[in-house]
Nanobody, 126 residues
């Protein structure tokens, strides 16, 4: 019915860059995702899931303070994709990054989102 799939994670060194991608597909999602916010969350071991960035249906972006100067989010409505460009990665950015959609408002609360991907591991080492 609805699939949200992330890609682009991996293991990098501190200071490197990575670009995550996410595509939303399926009968339930594909015709409506352009009307929804698309967002990234992350969860580090032993920690709660936290908001990273969101892009609204009109392209307005929101970012957590911890990543605001280093990460950028963008979307392509024609392909139902959202991207997270991560620059100057730090050790504390190590986490599983998950893509979420299914709400019109780009909330920072995970519970507001209906559709989630399984996540993509990002590991930053020194």
């Amino acid at each position: 019915q609805a699939q949200v799939v992330e890609s682009g994670g991996g293991s990098v060194q501190a200071g490197d860059s990575l670009r995550l991608s996410c595509v939303a597909s399926g009968r339930t999602v594909s015709r409506t995702v352009s009307h929804w916010a698309m967002s990234w969350f992350r969860q580090a071991p032993g920690k709660e899931r936290e908001f990273v960035a969101a892009v609204g249906r009109s392209g307005t972006v929101y970012s957590a303070d911890s990543v605001k100067d280093r990460f950028s989010i963008s979307r392509n409505n024609a392909s139902n994709m959202v991207y997270l460009q991560m620059n100057r990665l730090r050790l504390e950015d190590t986490a599983v990054y998950s893509c979420a959609t299914g709400t019109r408002v780009p909330y920072s609360e995970p519970r507001e989102y209906a559709y989630w991907g399984r996540g993509s591991q990002v590991t930053v080492s020194s």
